[in-house]
């Protein structure tokens, strides 16, 4: 089992940066893709960004340019910095690790 804990959402105004932190434990045997989907409300889950165990990434095309996904394999962490917020940004994010393990979320909200 792996364990994934969310951290960094909160309320934020137009505009602002938030910097969402995933940290995974527990059976990690080996580095995997890592992932940040969103959910927003009456929406379906939507992938934002991925990176692989070699650090190659992938986002989401409405949000490129606004957010970066990173990771630091050494303490088994994934970072999604979100710059330029808006409104519609407003979801709760989860991580995922390996496509398999999520974590609860945490909620992002942005206000106008």
């Known amino acids: 089992q792996v364990q994934l804990v969310e951290s960094g959402g909160g309320l934020v105004q137009v505009g602002g940066s938030l910097r969402l932190s995933c940290a995974a434990s527990g059976s990690i045997f080996s580095l995997t893709t890592m992932a940040w989907y969103r959910q927003a409300p009456g929406h379906e889950r939507e992938l934002v960004a991925l990176?692989?165990?070699?650090?190659?990434?992938n986002y989401a095309n409405s949000l490129k340019g606004r957010f970066a996904i990173s990771r630091d394999n050494a303490n088994h962490t994934v970072y999604l910095q979100m710059n330029n917020l808006k409104p519609e940004d407003t979801a709760v994010y989860y991580c995922?690790?390996?496509?398999?393990?999520w974590g609860k979320g945490t909620l992002v909200t942005v206000s106008s």
């Open positions: 990176i692989s165990s070699s650090g190659r990434t």
């Open positions: 995922c690790y390996g496509y398999t393990y």
